[in-house]
């Protein structure tokens, strides 16, 4: 009987720390011309697209959406002469009833999601709670790297991609929304707003 148990014991340990073990994956980046809502307005090609929960699983180890976050990935091309500055803090998302909505810091969304270490140690013991702890900085540090950044600046004929969280509870009301993107070209202080429609 006791060899059982310590099996059993072993078995939900060990499958406890394979389970956290996080593994970065790379952000599923195409062309910006194959992506079907790529709007092209003042010298500027921009595309964005909305990550459902196996995407999210397969990208970022989990699904944000049931915290109630919608990850956008947005591609941003530049195909002028000149550099543009892209202002990613004020980077909005306007629904089918106007309502704008600003980005959530990639930090709030990691707080949510990141595994209880405390939880995992009570458990199933100090290596799990350790594991936990690995699980949740490397998630940390992949999402930090993928996340679109507060200020882009972009090179001639270059592009850039990222990924922005939106608190949005209802994801199927984000099909339609309009993603407004503020760009300056270089040198000048006024943002002008280039848009596309998700699908």
């Known amino acids: 009987m006791q060899h059982n148990q310590l099996l059993l014991l072993t078995t939900v340990t060990l499958t406890s720390l394979v389970g956290c073990a996080y593994k970065p994956k790379a952000l599923p980046i195409r062309q910006i011309q194959e992506y079907p809502n790529v709007v092209v307005q003042q010298d500027t090609s921009l595309a964005a697209e909305q990550w459902n929960r196996t995407t999210s699983s397969h990208v970022l180890g989990q699904p944000v959406n049931s915290k109630g976050f919608v990850p956008l990935l947005v591609v941003v091309k530049n195909n002028g002469s000149n550099r543009a500055i892209i202002d990613g803090d004020r980077i909005v998302l306007e629904d089918g009833q106007g309502q704008l909505h600003e980005r959530v810091d990639t930090e709030i969304v990691l707080k949510k999601c990141e595994k209880s270490v405390a939880l995992h140690f009570a458990f199933f ?75």
């Open 125 to 199: 013991g100090a290596l799990a709670g350790l594991s936990a702890g690995d699980y949740n900085k490397k998630m940390a540090e992949d999402w930090r790297d993928k996340e679109f950044p507060s200020q882009v600046v972009l090179e001639p004929y270059m592009s850039t991609a990222g990924l922005l969280f939106y608190r949005i509870e209802d994801e199927a009301s984000v099909s339609g929304s309009r993603l407004l993107v503020p760009l300056a070209a270089w040198g000048k202080d006024d943002y002008e707003e280039v848009s596309c429609v998700l699908p």
